[in-house]
Structures are given as C-alpha cells and as structure tokens.
C-alpha cells in the first residue's frame, strides 16, 4: 500500500506545485482560495475514485483512461478525449521547460525571459535531446525516479517548515482575508489552477493492476490523495503570511523560491529552485514519454493509421514519439512567439485534460443507471460491457461519485476562462482531418447521431476562436 500510495503522489505532485503561491495569488485572497481548495478537494477525489472504480469494473480495458470514454461513449468520443489528452500533456511539456528555463534565467541571465530566441532554442534542443533517448529505450532508473522524488518533496517540505515557524504572520494573513472582489469570481478563478496540480491523480488507475488487494488502492488513493492536498493547501495558504496578495501575484512563475527568499534569505530560493529544476527535468522525460502513449494507443486501436503504433528495434513507439515531438516544437514556437505566459499553458493543458474527465464520468454514470454506455459500434468486442457483478449498494454509491465528478469536471469548464475553452476547441478540431481518413480507409461510419452533436459543437467553438484571432480579440 506505502508502495502504491507513494507512486500516486510522485505522478501528481510535478512543476504547478512550486508557482502555485503566485498562480492562487492571481486569483484569490486567502479566505476564498480556501473555499476553492475545499470544493477542489472533493471534486478531484471524485476524479480519482472514478477511474479507480472502472479500473475494478472494466479490467479489461487497458487502453489508458480513453478507452473508457471510448467504451462507453463511441469511438468519436474516445478519439477526442484520447487527442484532446495527448495535446495537454504536449502544452504541459511546453510549461515545465519555459518554467525549467525562467528559474535558470534568474541565476544565468543567458537565460532569462528578456532573450526568448535563446529559451526557444534551449527548450527545443532539450526536447529533441529526449526524443533521441527516448526512441533507443532509454526510460528512467528507479533510482533516477527516487532522487527525482526526494529533490521535489524535501525542498517542499522545507517550505512549509521555514514558512511556518519563521516566516508566517497572522497578521498579515488575516488582513483583507476576503478579497476586495466577489467571492464568488475569486473562488471562481482559482478552479483550474487548482485542478493543474492535482493532474495525474487518474495515475491511480493504472497502479491499481499491481496492488495486492483492491482494498490496498482504495486506501492508498485517499492517503496519497490528502497527503498531496494538504502539502499544496500547505504552500499556498501560508504564503499569504509573508507577503499580501497583491505581492503575492506579481511574483515570477517561480513563486515558491521568492516566497521562501522574503523568509530566510536567498539560499532559500536557490534550495527551491534547485529542487524545481531536479523536479522538471525528471518529469519532462517521463510526460515526453507518456505524451507518445495517447497516439500509440490510438493506432492500435485503429482510430489514427496504424503506422504511427509501429515500434523500433528498441520496442519504442518511434512514430508516435516523433509525431508528439514534432507537435511540441510547433507549441513552442506559438507560446513564445505570442509570449504566452506560463499561467496560460496550464490553463489551456488543465481544459483539454478535462475532456477525458467529464466522459470517463458520465460512463460511470451511465453504467450505473442503465447497466452499459451508449451503444458501441464494436459490440462483442473488449469494448463490450462485461465486468465483474456490482450489489445494489455499491452501485448506488459509485453512483453518487460519478455524479459528483461529472459536475464538478462541468463546473471546470463552466469556471474556465471562456479563452482557453475556445482554443480548447480550435486545438481538437485539426484531430477531425486524420480521424475522418482513417474511418473512411476502414470502410466503417464516421459519426453516430450523438457524435455529429459534439463536432457540430466543436467547429462551432473553432470557428468562434479563428474570428476572434483574426480580429485580435482573442488572445492567450
């Protein structure tokens, strides 16, 4: 369980947590970013039961968390959420190296965001520097992984210490404790951040096949779940005892270092920074790697042409690592050349992330009130609704979780930055041309009736997104 519950805390906790005191700062004061963290915190565990219970369900769905959607929803519907994961794990990668490069910057000026040429050149050079190592099978030692974890969790744990005892002013903390604006807007605008740092809690799903009892995943989630959610309530909630809010959100990304500076002096940033820039590195081989996983999946599948599952020499899905690779350097090239902000990647990557969220849920839903999903092309198949029987008490109660996720992941949506929604959607839609292809090469119908519903909604929202664009009235 100590193994299973450590996993699941080492694939959530990655870059957010250490800009989060500026990134909830921009959004809240103290009083309702506790609101959001509470909603947060049952909204999200919601989340991560969802896939722990369909794991449990449908064991033999082991195409990642879109095939659940593909399932129970069609094929359309797990294409899209499958594409629209893929991209958010690309815009993620995109962040942690524009986060990796502004933290180096503040000590090698060489570096820094006023030389942007040079960061795109860095960031792109270290992307394709891991394609490399990635398509020879090259993957993380154990102990690569462990030092990885222990680099981000001490410093963060050393935070929270300083903070706590040297830094933190209750004073301080209590003035203005509401905010000057509505609460309502200010807990409002802390939801996607929050939901950022919490990405990768569905790892949980996967894990669970390794458990040696289910009763071990299920305790494991809620303690690697609450031990997480209290480490980031941790971090944001007391910075806001050093310095006010308004001080707070005109921090750079890196906000923890010069929050833990203000306490204890500068090598308190650099021990924040060194354990940022450890973190990020160690991630972003593994979400380079994971970003591939969606495609690959697809292929194999037969939603995308299978030449991009083929595998190397080495047993590395080479064209799906290639095909991400590619798409990361073109993000790279937009977010730097329209100096997007770092605040904006994440929310941009926590909507598309959301897709998959919103329809592994409401499948949930639906297996518990009607026994199965919407009708599935490839009845017979895997994707068929076999599965372990489920008493009635334990189907009202996965009931009541799916529910509870499928309106919290629409709250998301409803919370998001219109912005990011509708180039949410722009970024779906170019998925439509290989998904239309492929359909049409394998002689099978391209949309049902619900499906044709979702891309008139999709190329409604795209075509919103390019006029707004073209006028500049849409801008990340």
Same mark, same amino acid.
């Given at each position: 369980?100590?193994?299973?519950?450590?996993?699941?805390?080492? #694939?959530?906790?990655?870059?957010?947590?250490?800009?989060?005191?500026?990134?909830?700062?921009?959004?809240?004061?103290?009083?309702?970013?506790?609101?959001?963290?509470?909603?947060?915190?049952?909204?999200?565990?919601?989340?991560?039961?969802?896939?722990?219970?369909?794991?449990?369900?449908?064991?033999?769905?082991?195409?990642?968390?879109?095939?659940?959607?593909?399932?129970?929803?069609?094929?359309?519907?797990?294409?899209?959420?499958?594409?629209?994961?893929?991209?958010?794990?690309?815009?993620?990668?995109?962040?942690?190296?524009?986060?990796?490069?502004?933290?180096?910057?503040?000590?090698?000026?060489? /570096?820094?965001?006023?030389?942007?040429?040079?960061?795109?050149?860095?960031?792109?050079?270290?992307?394709?520097?891991?394609?490399?190592?990635?398509?020879?099978?090259?993957?993380?030692?154990?102990?690569?992984?462990?030092?990885?974890?222990?680099?981000?969790?001490?410093?963060?744990?050393?935070?929270?210490?300083?903070?706590?005892?040297?830094?933190?002013?209750?004073?301080?903390?209590?003035?203005?404790?509401?905010?000057?604006?509505?609460?309502?807007?200010?807990?409002?605008?802390?939801?996607?951040?929050?939901?950022?740092?919490?990405?990768?809690?569905?790892?949980?799903?996967?894990?669970?096949?390794?458990?040696?009892?289910?009763?071990?995943?299920?305790?494991?989630?809620?303690?690697?779940?609450?031990?997480?959610?209290?480490?980031?309530?941790?971090?944001?909630?007391?910075?806001?005892?050093?310095? #006010?809010?308004?001080?707070?959100?005109?921090?750079?990304? =890196?906000?923890?270092?010069?929050?833990?500076?203000?306490?204890?002096?500068?090598?308190?940033?650099?021990?924040?920074?060194?354990?940022?820039?450890?973190?990020?590195?160690?991630?972003?081989?593994?979400?380079?790697?994971?970003?591939?996983?969606?495609?690959?999946?697809?292929?194999?599948?037969?939603?995308?042409?299978?030449?991009?599952?083929?595998? =190397?020499? =080495?047993?590395?899905?080479?064209?799906?690592?290639?095909?991400?690779?590619?798409?990361?350097?073109?993000?790279?090239?937009?977010? /730097?050349? #329209?100096?997007?902000?770092?605040?904006?990647?994440?929310?941009?990557?926590?909507?598309?992330?959301?897709?998959?969220?919103?329809?592994?849920?409401?499948?949930?839903?639906?297996?518990?009130?009607?026994?199965?999903?919407?009708?599935?092309?490839?009845?017979?198949?895997?994707?068929?609704?076999?599965?372990?029987?489920?008493?009635?008490?334990?189907?009202?109660?996965?009931?009541?979780?799916?529910?509870?996720?499928?309106?919290?992941?629409?709250?998301?949506?409803?919370?998001?930055?219109?912005?990011?929604?509708?180039?949410?959607?722009?970024?779906?839609?170019?998925?439509?041309?290989?998904?239309?292809?492929?359909?049409? !090469?394998?002689?099978?119908?391209?949309? !049902?009736?619900?499906?044709?519903?979702?891309?008139?909604?999709?190329?409604?929202?795209?075509?919103?997104?390019?006029?707004?664009?073209?006028?500049?009235?849409?801008?990340?």
């Amino acid at each position: 369980m100590w193994s299973l519950m450590a996993l699941i805390i080492g #694939s959530t906790v990655g870059a957010g947590i250490f800009s989060l005191p500026q990134n909830i700062a921009s959004a809240a004061a103290p009083g309702p970013s506790l609101i959001g963290w509470t909603i947060t915190a049952v909204g999200m565990l919601s989340i991560a039961f969802v896939f722990q219970i369909l794991a449990v369900r449908k064991p033999h769905l082991e195409s990642g968390v879109y095939s659940y959607v593909r399932a129970g929803l069609g094929d359309f519907i797990g294409f899209a959420s499958a594409w629209g994961y893929w991209l958010g794990s690309v815009i993620a990668q995109v962040g942690y190296a524009t986060l990796f490069f502004s933290t180096i910057g503040f000590y090698v000026p060489f /570096f820094s965001s006023e030389n942007r040429w040079v960061s795109v050149i860095s960031v792109s050079a270290l992307t394709w520097i891991i394609f490399a190592l990635l398509t020879r099978g090259v993957k993380q030692a154990a102990f690569m992984n462990l030092v990885a974890t222990v680099a981000k969790i001490l410093p963060i744990l050393a935070f929270i210490l300083l903070v706590a005892f040297f830094g933190f002013s209750w004073d301080r903390f209590t003035t203005d404790f509401w905010g000057s604006g509505s609460i309502f807007e200010q807990v409002k605008g802390t939801m996607l951040f929050t939901v950022w740092v919490f990405i990768g809690v569905e790892g949980a799903s996967v894990y669970s096949k390794q458990a040696k009892s289910r009763a071990d995943v299920g305790r494991a989630t809620l303690l690697g779940f609450f031990s997480v959610l209290a480490l980031l309530v941790a971090i944001s909630t007391l910075s806001y005892g050093v310095m #006010s809010q308004e001080e707070l959100a005109a921090l750079p990304d =890196n906000s923890m270092a010069a929050v833990l500076t203000a306490v204890v002096g500068p090598w308190g940033g650099a021990l924040i920074s060194l354990g940022l820039c450890l973190s990020v590195l160690g991630a972003y081989v593994s979400w380079q790697m994971l970003a591939a996983e969606p495609v690959a999946m697809m292929a194999y599948d037969g939603l995308l042409p299978r030449a991009l599952g083929k595998t =190397n020499n =080495n047993g590395a899905p080479w064209a799906a690592q290639l095909v991400s690779t590619i798409v990361i350097q073109l993000w790279v090239i937009v977010f /730097f050349i #329209s100096e997007a902000a770092y605040t904006s990647m994440v929310q941009l990557a926590t909507v598309l992330y959301l897709v998959p969220y919103l329809f592994s849920a409401l499948y949930l839903v639906l297996l518990t009130v009607r026994g199965k999903g919407i009708s599935h092309p490839h009845a017979g198949t895997r994707f068929d609704d076999s599965g372990p029987a489920v008493d009635t008490e334990t189907n009202r109660r996965h009931f009541v979780i799916g529910l509870l996720a499928m309106v919290y992941s629409v709250w998301l949506f409803y919370a998001a930055d219109p912005v990011y929604v509708l180039y949410g959607a722009l970024a779906v839609a170019p998925g439509l041309v290989p998904y239309v292809l492929t359909r049409i !090469n394998t002689r099978e119908r391209i949309f !049902n009736t619900f499906e044709w519903v979702v891309v008139a909604i999709i190329l409604v929202a795209s075509g919103i997104a390019i006029s707004g664009i073209v006028q500049g009235t849409l801008a990340l």
